[in-house]
C-alpha cells in the first residue's frame, strides 16, 4: 500500500475510504479520529496540508475546551488513546514505529513511566514528537508532565503533539 498523501486539491473530493487512509497517515487509525475530522475534510478545500492539520487542530481544541477532567468527552479520549505508548513492543503504525525507533533500550523505565502517567491521567495516553529527540529529554518531558499534575492542560499537550506530528508527517509524505 502507498504511503504518500494524495493532493490536497483533491482531498475533499476523494471517496470517504481515500479520506479516512489519509487521517491514517497523518494521525492514526481511530474510528473516533475519521468521525471528528472526516467532516473537516469533506466541507472544505485547504491549499495545503499545514493548513488542514491547523483547522483540525482547532477542530480538537474546541471539543477539548468543553471538556474537564470530570466530564472528558469520550471521543477525546479515544483520539488521545489512538497514540501508541511510548516505548511499546507492538506498534501498528509504520509511522508511529519509524518515529519511536530512537526509544529502544528503555523499554522498563517507559513503560513505568507511563503506568504512572496513566494512573495520573485516567484515559490520556503521554503524546508527545518524539523524532529527533533522544530518550532522555522524552522522559524529562514525561516526568515534568507528570509532576505538573493538570489534567486539562494535558488533554491540550496531546492533542497538540498530535498535530505537530501529523505536520511532520505530512511534509515527509508529500516529499517522497
Known sequence: ????????????????????????????PSPAIHSILGPVIRTASYASYIELIEKCRLTFLSIAATSTSLNVDPALLSVIS????LG??????????????????????????????????????????????????????????????DFSLEVEAALLAMCEIARDRA???IRS
Open 171 to 173: 511534509f515527509k509524505l
Open 82 to 85: 489512538s497514540h501508541p505508548r
Open 1 to 28: 500500500m502507498s504511503q504518500n498523501l494524495p493532493s490536497i486539491a483533491e482531498l475533499p473530493s476523494l471517496p470517504q475510504a481515500a479520506q479516512t487512509r489519509a487521517l491514517d497517515l497523518l494521525f492514526e
Open 88 to 149: 511499546a513492543k507492538k506498534v501498528d503504525s509504520a509511522q508511529s514505529a519509524a518515529e519511536q525507533a530512537t526509544l529502544r533500550g528503555e523499554d522498563q523505565q517507559l513503560a513505568e513511566l507511563n503506568q504512572e502517567y496513566e494512573a495520573k491521567f485516567p484515559g490520556l495516553r503521554f503524546v508527545v514528537f518524539v523524532n529527533g529527540r533522544d530518550r532522555s529529554a522524552i522522559m524529562h518531558d514525561m516526568r515534568a508532565r507528570i509532576d505538573r499534575d
